[in-house]
């Protein structure tokens, strides 16, 4: 029996997302990888374009599976304690398939048809230990039928069926997780928090988990996560197969880059509402379809002092206000993107800092910073008290490269905004 519910308002979305993807001699390049939640329960998610379902003469009810088409990542969900959704690569998830509680505990799963016959569209099995070919795009599966599913995944399909057809086109596979991750999964290194963030960061610098966000288009099969946060805003469509990517000018010497490897973003129910992973009165292009939780767009607007006491000791009334509410700055965005201001987040002071990545260039609409960043105004400083941000970008701005470096020298957006560098914090990877 499957042992875990998963709303099925979560199952819904990510079934619309599962769209088709190219033949299996497709280019394929590797997809992302995404750190899995501890201690949750788990939904994966792996698409398709073509499959068999072949019976073994060793027992009845047993059949080998295999999936064609497989792209390099599947997703996985959950909506307990909190709703998020990510991505993990293929063929680590194979790789890893005992550490994630599989090895003595074979999982549930459902395969699901994207086109089947009436009451043949899904079927209940439990899975053995897969076997990935990334080269021809392909899992093989031993799978023993099951006769009844309790868990709402049954409802993935008009009926839950005794058997499938042995050849079918396009179709879904949903493994339920054996159990909370263990230790030992390690970590993907991905720097960015929230997908379809865009975060700026020297050209030299090459960030873990981010895409160049320089209009270029890439296969959905390889971003399906991604594709669900953009929503083709930006051009390509799911007949083609392609997703657009914005297109961004960063500052001289910086590039800005898309946020493909973290965690998947709450959808805003209010101005003050989620967030928390976030330095309060940060600024960030964001190219999502929809409001992040614990972001509004800096647009001008009008808060609640008491409603948002972390964004209010930051910004104050730099932009308006008595007191009793305060405004966020106005900053125009390129098409698609909107600029948005952290309000429901992390406190911080000079002394104190939320957390950055190194090199990355975030403005912030307030006269201090958090003391993890340095101001971007083009001062000399010593390599010896900064080693990690020389070690990055060296004298691509300046400095004798013997006893210092220059930083950067960027104006804000707007009056009253103005840049930092993170010079302590994650390393951004490579």
């Known amino acids: 029996m499957l042992r875990r519910r998963c709303a099925l308002t979560v199952i819904g979305s990510l079934v619309a997302l599962l769209v088709p993807i190219a033949a299996a001699s497709a280019a394929s390049t590797p997809g992302p990888r995404l750190d899995l939640p501890q201690d949750q329960s788990l939904l994966f998610a792996l698409q398709s374009s073509s499959g068999t379902l072949i019976p073994t003469k060793a027992a009845h ?21 909190a709703r998020s959704a990510g991505a993990i690569s293929t063929r680590n998830f194979v790789r890893r398939w005992g550490l994630l509680g599989f090895g003595g505990l074979p999982p549930d799963a459902v395969i699901r048809l994207r086109r089947g016959p009436q009451n043949a569209n899904a079927l209940a099995v439990k899975l053995r230990t897969p076997r990935y070919n990334a080269a021809k795009h392909t899992l093989t599966v031993h799978v023993r039928a099951l006769r009844k599913v309790d868990s709402d995944l049954a409802r993935l399909g008009r009926r839950l069926a005794r058997r499938l057809p042995r050849r079918f086109g396009n179709a879904s596979l949903f493994i339920e997780g054996g159990g909370a991750p263990k230790p030992g999964l390690g970590s993907s290194g991905a720097a960015c928090p929230s997908v379809g963030e865009l975060d700026t960061y020297p050209a030299s610098v090459t960030p873990q988990g981010y895409l160049a966000a320089a209009g270029q288009t890439v296969s959905i099969s390889n971003y399906v996560v991604l594709t669900s946060a953009l929503d083709f805003r930006f051009g390509g469509s799911p007949s083609s197969g392609e997703l657009g990517i914005p297109a961004v000018a960063a500052p001289a010497g910086f590039s800005d880059q898309l946020c493909n490897d973290g965690v998947y973003p709450s959808q805003s129910t209010g101005e003050y509402s989620g967030g928390g992973q976030c330095a309060a009165g940060a600024l960030n292009l964001q190219a999502t379809w929809f409001q992040p939780s614990g972001w509004v767009p800096a647009d001008g607007r009008m808060l609640n002092a008491g409603l948002a006491p972390a964004l209010y000791k930051a910004i104050g009334t730099s932009f308006g206000g008595n007191g009793q509410t305060f405004a966020v700055p106005n900053l125009s965005a390129p098409p698609g993107l909107t600029w948005d201001i952290c309000v429901n987040g992390t406190g911080w002071t000079t002394q104190s800092s939320p957390g950055c990545t190194v090199s990355e260039l975030t403005p912030f609409a307030s006269p201090d910073l958090p003391a993890d960043y340095l101001p971007a105004s083009g001062r000399v400083a010593p390599i010896a008290s900064y080693p990690a941000l ?41």
């Open 390 to 430: 020389y070690s990055l970008i060296g004298t691509d701005f300046g400095g004798n490269g013997i006893s210092n470096f220059q930083l950067p020298n960027v104006a804000g957006p707007a009056g009253g905004v103005q840049y930092g560098i993170c010079w302590s914090g994650t390393w951004p990877g490579d």
């Open 61 to 81: 009810g047993r059949f080998v599976l295999t999936l064609r088409g497989v792209p390099s990542q599947l997703l996985w969900f959950t909506d307990s304690p």
